[in-house]
């Protein structure tokens, strides 16, 4: 099983962020631009939260919030779990199905955010996974 180290190795885009002073339509703007559903909120070099579709829906368009005027601060999910790179991506599928979260942020020993990890990577690397296995099995059956 692979680690998150060698996943976010491979990886090819840089980490797309925000920060807790920008609006949630900067914020949409850049999820947009890099086709992602969220977005680690960073202060400085420090993790202070993460902004996700989620939280756009439920705490700007349900309460009617204007989305120019609000900052990411005021909505995004500041209490974050976060892992480290020697986590497998199974680990990963299980803490994700366990507590609801779509997104998980990689960091290092020193709480420096290396990238952030999706359902949808996750995903793609089990089902990766599942077809070496699976073309091995038929390997070994037919030879």
């Not at 999910?77 to 997104?103: D, N, P």
Request: hydrophobic share 45%; aromatic share 6%; net charge neutral.
């Amino acid at each position: 099983m692979k680690t998150l180290k060698q996943l976010i190795e491979g990886k090819t885009r840089k980490l797309a962020f925000v920060t807790p002073e920008q609006t949630v339509l900067q914020a949409l703007q850049i999820m947009a631009e890099y086709d992602v559903g969220a977005l680690v909120v960073l202060d400085g070099d420090r993790l202070a939260g993460i902004f996700s579709e989620r939280d756009y829906a439920r705490k700007i368009i349900l309460h009617d919030r204007a989305s120019k005027s609000t900052p990411v601060s005021e909505i995004m999910s500041s209490k974050v779990f976060c892992v480290t790179l020697e986590r497998t991506v199974e680990e990963c599928m299980a803490i994700m199905t366990e507590k609801h979260f779509r997104h998980l942020p990689v960091i290092d020993e020193n709480k420096k955010v290396l990238g952030i990890i999706s359902i949808g990577d996750v995903v793609k690397e089990m089902i990766s996974q599942q077809k070496f296995i699976i073309g091995q099995l038929a390997n070994y059956i037919s030879g």
